[in-house]
Structures are given as C-alpha cells and as structure tokens.
C-alpha cells in the first residue's frame, strides 16, 4: 500500500501556532509521514530553532478565552464550568499576569476547569519572570500540539480517498490523535495502554541556558558539557579526586539566546544517578573568577520521567544556578 504523506502548508500552521518562524521551518519540514513525524519535528523546531521573539509571536496570537473556533473547544471546559464571579477573577488575574510579564497567560486550557486555570495562574503569578517565560512556552508547544493532532488528522480524512487509506488505518490515525489529546490534556481516562505508544516528553530531559548578568543578555557562545557518574563508588564523594568515573554523554555550544542545544537523546526514562554538567565559562569570560564551571546534581528513581533543566546565570565574579522548568 502507497505511504500517505500530509502535507502542511504555512498558513494552516500558523493556525496551529502564531509564530511565522514556526510556520516556515514546519512547512519547510513538509510532507510528514505520520502524525509523530510532525509532532516530533514541531518540538525541535519550537524549543531549537524558535527564538525569544518567536516565542512572543505565538503568544501574542494566542487567542483569548472563546475568541476562536479551536480555542473554543479547547476550553470547553472552562466556559462550561465558569460563573459571572470566577469569569471577572480570572479577568483581573490575567490583566495583573500581564502587566507583570508582558505577555498573555498562556495554559493548555483543554479538560481544566475555570477554577482549575484560576488557581494555576495565581500560581504562576509568583514565579521569576525567566521561569515563567519557559513554563508559557511548554504550554504552548502543548496546545499546538493539540491543535497539530486535529489537523494532520483533518488532513488525513481529505487525502484518504486519494490514497485509499483502509477502514484500519483511519482508525490507527484517531488513536494517534486521541493519545496526544489524552497526554496534552493529563486525561483521566485514557488507558495506559494508549499513552505508551508515544513520548509523552515535550522537551529534552535534561536542558540548559546560560544568561550574562552583568550584560543583562543571553550569553552565546558557551560550551556546555554533560556527563554521569558510573565510578566505582556508588556516587561522587566530596574531595574524590578520581574523574574517571565522569561518563561523556554530551556536549553543544549555547546559540544567541543562551540556549544549549541537544545535550541527550529525547529518551522516555533517564538513567537515575548523577549527573554534571560543565560550562566552559574561562573561554567566554578570559577575565572572569572562573575558569569553567560544574554543577552536579542527583535524579532519583522517581525523578526518571521528570524534566531537568538546570541554568546557568553568570558574571564574571559570581554565578547562580537553579532548577528550573
């Protein structure tokens, strides 16, 4: 049987994503095989190749509460289950929201509540505006996710009589669809079954960036290293002085946003144990304190699924790390 490729033009994804960087490089990417093809390639494109103004593209699109027919659906839920009280709250939380960080709040809003969004974005309200910029980007990616789903499988129906998709495959396609809907949507009632089928990661296990404080900018240029413990010993011990049980895994050079590119393979489970990763700070600062920097963290057994992205805020005398989102 003849392979289907979905093509998706520009403006169709600009639909599904109000950054035009997004559009172009997705529709450059086109035709996709299949729905994880596109979904895949949106990631990379969203989190590597997006810029911080592509980023403020597709949140300044972002449609308010009803305003389109697919934000509509998203957020049934939340129009269902809102009241003349909670609809002006949420009002007034999201004009205080977007005073603080110059943008929209950004949620996917699909299966939630209204006092379900309510509560979250009075959570959010309190994060350091670094944090919140990359929570509102995940969110994003999650809606346009969504939206990818409904219309590579939109597409699908239109080119099926062309390429006489059988009765089976239309089914295996609407599975697909239902699954990202389920994961994007945290669905209670989707099978375990289902979900498996796919990654439910959006975002490389373990990332970073690096800002110049004393610049006030993204710091480009860095040379980034990550590494894991597999010594003899059980975990790195304070005053060690063997290295050789730092295990190369990976290594990129932060791009004019201070972003790192791809340190690992987007795998489902991280290995637990300890990991470091090492900034070449001596090569991008020849005058500052520190001629590189490491950062060693643990990821236990439960943590296996979870995200780590573990920045790097440098001056020349001082620097600052966190786990962020």
């Known amino acids: 049987m003849e392979e289907m490729m979905v093509v998706l033009d520009e403006e169709e994804l600009l639909g599904c994503c109000g950054s035009t960087k997004f559009a172009k490089e997705m529709a450059s990417a086109s035709p996709f095989a299949s729905l994880n093809q596109a979904v895949s390639a949106a990631r990379h494109i969203w989190f590597n190749l997006v810029d911080v103004n592509g980023w403020l593209d597709a949140f300044s699109a972002h449609p308010q509460i009803g305003q389109s027919p697919w934000s509509k659906a998203e957020q049934s839920t939340a129009l269902a289950t809102a009241n003349e009280s909670s609809s002006q709250e949420l009002s007034d939380w999201n004009n205080r929201y977007r005073l603080r960080f110059g943008f929209i709040f950004i949620i996917c809003a699909s299966g939630r509540t209204a006092a379900e ?31 990818l789903a409904k219309l590579f499988s939109a597409k699908a129906k239109a080119s099926s009589a062309t390429f006489q998709y059988s009765a089976t495959a239309k089914t295996a396609e609407e599975d697909r669809v239902s699954i990202i809907e389920g994961h994007l949507c945290a669905s209670t009632e989707a099978s375990a079954g289902k979900i498996s089928q796919i990654p439910t990661r959006t975002r490389l296990p373990i990332t970073t960036h690096v800002l110049d404080v004393s610049q006030g900018s993204p710091a480009a240029g860095v040379e980034v290293r990550l590494e894991m413990w597999k010594g003899i010993q059980p975990r790195p011990l304070f005053g060690e002085t063997d290295v050789s049980g730092w295990v190369y895994q990976g290594s990129s050079t932060t791009n004019k946003d201070g972003r790192c590119g791809q340190l690992m393979g987007m795998i489902e489970d991280l290995n637990p144990g300890f990991y470091k990763i090492t900034f070449n700070t001596g090569k991008y600062c020849p005058e500052g304190f520190f001629p590189y920097v490491s950062i060693v963290f643990e990821i236990r057994e439960s943590q296996k699924r979870e995200h780590f992205h573990v920045p790097l805020l440098l001056s020349p005398f001082s620097f600052t790390t966190y786990r962020g989102s």
Do not use: D, G, H, V
């Not at 959570?123 to 346009?144: C, G, L, S, V, W």
């Open 117 to 147: 969004i309510l509560a979250e974005l009075k959570k959010r309200y309190t994060n350091r505006p670094i944090i919140e910029f990359e929570i509102a980007a995940q969110e994003q990616m999650k809606i346009t996710e969504l939206r």
